[in-house]
């Protein structure tokens, strides 16, 4: 065997080691009822029972079934697996779908050509069999859609936004991203690679300082706020360096199908504690925003008054809204990085929360009373609380 014939298998075999991380981490979260390595069936009435072969079968609560083909290279294989994929779901009709899955860290150019002969499929230019070919990011996301699919919306909703905290969690904690990091090896392949390495350099990290690296978002570990309500940190991170310190680095997770994102509520007495206990005038306008329910019912010249009232508090509320900063919790437990993921658009963003609100301020994504922020009550909770919602950056 050639020594890039010997290249090409490492990588196909550690890449579909990276296949079953995250079939591993999709039956963990109850996705997928189980998988299959080595599919294999044959043409009934013939004695090759073995003929047709996929990589993966998955399988799902409804009993729906997936195949999955692998592939490190577009060019390679493509017609083949069109062919094995039309005969697998003829001979088992519960197979229902078939994907080819490429790595996340394939190249540019590998990029471009599975990219288009996915477009091609999507908008029906081009008979196939299968019904894409997909990145692992985008394998996981799509279990996830699917599982998620009955759940009525407001659960679904609760549960991706579970979801998105749990595989941040596991991208930076796979040992498959921190072996490949660490070893800069080509022949290597991680899980979501390259959103661990936006994390990465998002956090300034260097893989020669660096002895471990584990993420959690397990809630009993980050704690309750002293008020007893949610953090605003959804993964905690914890980086063991050389010199044998540990450092924690707090990240909240936002993902939505829409243009803003919910990120804070509160009763408008607990606003008016974080930001100005003193301000009598402050805390009455809170309330009878509260009482209202919205700028309309609230009116313009009440409007006027709470932004003047506003005024000197907007950086002190905005990094209190994102990260929890003044509002009680620990150095654990405010979030000083933001990750996004906007569903619709399939793109993440990585930023401080300092650059945040930053970015919100600088692009004046008209938000109520002078703040980024509409101004909104959470469902249910009319005359009980006050929600903020920002724009979801994407970019």
């Not at 407001?154 to 990091?181: D, H, R, V, Y």
């Not at 932004?307 to 150095?331: M, R, T, V």
């Not at 569903?343 to 990585?350: A, D, E, G, H, P």
């Amino acid at each position: 065997m050639s020594e890039s014939n010997q290249d090409k298998s490492i990588k196909g075999y550690g890449f579909k080691k990276t296949i079953e991380s995250i079939l591993d981490y999709s039956k963990n979260q109850k996705y997928i009822k189980d998988y299959y390595i080595g599919y294999a069936c044959g043409m009934p009435g013939y004695k090759e029972k073995s003929q047709f072969k996929a990589a993966y079968l998955i399988e799902f609560s409804d009993n729906i079934k997936w195949v999955l083909f692998t592939t490190t290279t577009i060019r390679d294989r493509v017609k083949e697996q069109y062919w094995e994929a039309l005969n697998i779901k003829t001979i088992d009709k519960s197979i229902k779908a078939a994907f080819i899955i490429y790595p996340d860290e394939i190249s540019d150019r590998e990029r471009r050509l599975a990219e288009a002969k996915n477009k091609k499929i999507q908008s029906k230019n081009e008979y196939a069999t299968v019904e894409g070919i997909i990145s692992q990011d985008q394998l996981s996301n799509t279990i996830e859609e699917y599982a998620l699919k009955n759940a009525i919306r407001g659960s679904a909703l609760a549960k991706k936004g579970t979801a998105f905290e749990n595989k941040i969690a596991f991208i930076i904690s796979n040992p498959f991203n921190i072996e490949k990091w660490r070893t800069n090896d080509e022949n290597k392949s991680g899980v979501h690679y390259v959103v661990f390495l936006e994390i990465i350099k998002m956090l300034h990290l260097q893989a020669s300082d660096v002895v471990s690296i584990a993420a959690t978002c397990d809630a009993s570990v980050i704690g309750s706020l002293p008020s007893g309500g949610k953090p605003k940190t959804d993964v905690l991170v914890t980086v063991e360096s050389k010199d044998n310190m540990f450092v924690f680095y707090t990240i909240s997770c936002k993902r939505s199908e829409n243009e803003r994102v919910a990120v804070h509520e509160y009763s408008a007495d607990e606003f008016s504690r974080v930001l100005d206990p003193n301000n009598k005038k402050l805390k009455q306008l809170l309330n009878h925003f509260q009482e209202c329910g919205g700028p309309v019912k609230f009116g313009v010249e009440n409007g006027k008054k709470l932004q003047d009232a506003l005024a000197p508090y907007i950086e002190k509320l905005s990094l209190w809204a994102l990260g929890g900063y003044g509002g009680g919790g620990n150095e654990k437990q405010c979030a000083k990085y933001i990750i996004t993921y906007s569903s619709t658009k399939r793109k993440y963003s990585f930023h401080s929360t300092r650059d945040y609100y930053n970015e919100l301020i600088a692009r004046d994504t008209h938000g109520h009373f002078g703040t980024p922020f509409t101004w909104t009550y959470p469902s249910k909770k009319f005359k009980t609380k006050i929600q903020l919602k920002c724009e979801l950056l994407t970019d």
